[in-house]
């Protein structure tokens, strides 16, 4: 009966690793079995980490993932305007590594990030490249780049003139501007200077407002009043619509009370003109 009972035991055993093996089949190695565009097309959609990890597994994993239109793009996505994409023999993994390390740099410490880029020879030590860098960059820090132009306007100008403000309305062609260059928090020499650049490259943009850039420069400045006004919670009265439209008369006469009357309704229910980014 004993002998019975180690038999029966040795072969539920049997049975049980049988049915393990054959619910458990093998994930299939497609950088070997699929044609090489389409693996390529897989792992497009991995990230940078992913694709490094994915490089661990064998050496043919790590040839595929380290093709360098796959890194080309994942460069081009997070940075989109760099002086090294001009150079024709470059290794675009280097380069993400490169690209990566400076970008955590310049979110501790924006100078010294910069200043690594231009060392690696990924930037060109010029403000209208590395303005280019800040404007189409979304993985920096915006305070960081905020105490960066405090000290480089060459570069904050440089900034300005890569916006595009055709045919938005002046309001919305300001937040667009303190959305890409955050607004600083007090009154002052670098605030002037910004709006000054602003109003310059608005005028530009739209010739057929009819506005002198002083105007446009004090409309701003209004327009920021307002708001602080509209949105601060101290400011127990309000400015109300007549009292804007009274303050812009003799300073924007270029304009009628409609158009005043139209700047106030879009703070009014638009909301701030130097939104907060997080």
Not at 58 to 65: E, L
Not at 93 to 117: A, H, S, W
Not at 250 to 277: C, K, M, S
């Amino acid at each position: 009966m004993g002998q019975l009972y180690v038999k029966l035991e040795r072969g539920s055993r049997r049975s049980t690793r049988s049915v393990k093996t054959v619910s458990q089949p093998r994930f299939p190695d497609f950088c070997q079995q699929l044609p090489p565009e389409l693996a390529l097309h897989i792992l497009s959609n991995l990230s940078a980490t992913d694709l490094c990890l994915a490089g661990c597994v064998n050496d043919c994993w790590d040839a595929m993932t380290s093709d360098n239109l796959l890194w080309k793009e994942l460069c081009k996505s997070t940075w989109r305007r760099v002086t090294a994409y001009r150079s024709t023999a470059q290794s675009y993994k280097q380069l993400y590594m490169i690209l990566d390390e400076g970008t955590c740099l310049f979110n501790v410490d924006p100078q010294r990030g910069i200043d690594y880029l231009i060392e690696a020879r990924a930037l060109e030590n010029s403000a209208a490249a590395v303005a280019a860098f800040l404007h189409s960059t979304h993985v920096l820090d915006p305070q960081k780049i905020f105490v960066f132009l405090c000290k480089r306007w060459d570069v904050l100008t440089a900034m300005v003139l890569l916006h595009d403000y055709r045919n938005m309305f002046l309001p919305e062609a300001l937040r667009y501007f303190f959305w890409h260059i955050p607004a600083p928090n007090e009154r002052g020499s670098l605030l002037e200077f910004m709006l000054d650049q602003f109003s310059q490259r608005f005028c530009i943009c739209n010739p057929h407002c009819q506005l002198p850039k002083d105007t446009v420069y004090v409309i701003c400045y209004s327009l920021i009043l307002l708001s602080v006004d509209l949105g601060s919670p101290h400011v127990k009265n309000k400015m109300s619509k007549r009292e804007f439209i009274r303050n812009l008369r003799q300073a924007a006469r270029q304009r009628n009370d409609e158009y005043f009357g139209h700047l106030y309704d879009n703070v009014y229910l638009a909301g701030h003109i130097a939104p907060t980014r997080h």
